[in-house]
């Protein structure tokens, strides 16, 4: 068997309140669990960032109201790849291709706008589900370089 | 295991002067539950206090930054330089200086080797 890749989809997830300390575990937690797929240390730390923006945007924009709760869904796919889920029930995005524009932001001044912006960057593909006081779930995916070269 | 640093996530911050310059040494990961500490470390009024101008960010052990991290570096940016003064960055590692890159930092602040290269180059022409 092919190192890192198997017959089913392997899936593990996490399940915690909305807080700023939560964000570190969520990430290394992510990357160690994606360490088991041939990725090179710098797409380990793409995954680290592209995991921080999507856990942060829920502490951040989700809750108005107080803490509550996330998501965090990674699975390895029988092709090898690494899918990311992070979905929140929280107050939802009104305009999402808005949202996903570089230096978007609804709290300027505090905020880059530029979250979404990296995950895109980092991740091989990004989507955004959202519609307001329908939560959010962002899933990002991304493909192991070295391992497609290797293959080819 | 690769890639999976076995510190624990956290942020140490050190502030110091050095001529017209306030040096900041950040180690560890700048993200949503630490960009507190930078705050707290380099408030607003302490710009241009004491002579000192100018802002040197000493990230050569900074292995992590997100954009809630970079948020606060463009905040102190913001700071500084409305007090007259400008912003250096010492070696930041490489995923760092790419985010920096990214999100155009690098474009506002000087570029150094060292922290006394940094002290030089900000007291030389400032
Ligand atoms: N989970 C979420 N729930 C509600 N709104 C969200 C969520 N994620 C993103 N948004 C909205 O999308 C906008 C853009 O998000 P993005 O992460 O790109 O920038 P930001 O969070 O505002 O700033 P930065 O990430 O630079 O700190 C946010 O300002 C917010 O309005
Ligand atoms: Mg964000």
Known sequence: ?152 | MAGIPTETTGLEVLRYGRGACTVLRLAGELDLSTAHQVRNAFPAELAGRRGRRHLVLDLRRLRFVDSSGLGVLFELYRWVTAQGGRVAVVRPTPPVARALRLAGYGKLTTAAESVDEAVRSLEGDG
């Open chain 1, 1 to 152: 068997m092919a190192h890192g890749a198997s017959a089913v989809a392997n899936t593990v997830h996490l399940e915690f309140p909305s807080l700023p300390e939560n964000v570190g575990f969520a990430r290394a937690a992510v990357a160690l669990f994606a360490s088991r797929l041939d990725f090179t240390l710098d797409e380990l730390e793409e995954i680290k960032v592209a995991v921080s923006e999507a856990v942060s945007n829920v502490v951040v924009h989700a809750y108005p109201e107080g803490p509550g709760p996330v998501r965090v869904e990674a699975t390895v796919t029988p092709q090898g790849e690494l899918v990311v889920r992070v979905a929140d029930q929280g107050r939802g995005i009104e305009d999402v291709a808005r949202a996903c524009e570089a230096s978007f932001t609804t709290r300027p001044g505090e905020h880059l706008g530029l979250g979404l912006t990296f995950i895109n960057e980092y991740a091989d593909r990004l989507e955004v589900n959202s519609a307001p006081g329908q939560g959010t779930v962002v899933t990002f995916t991304k493909r192991p370089q070295m391992a497609a070269v290797h293959r080819e």
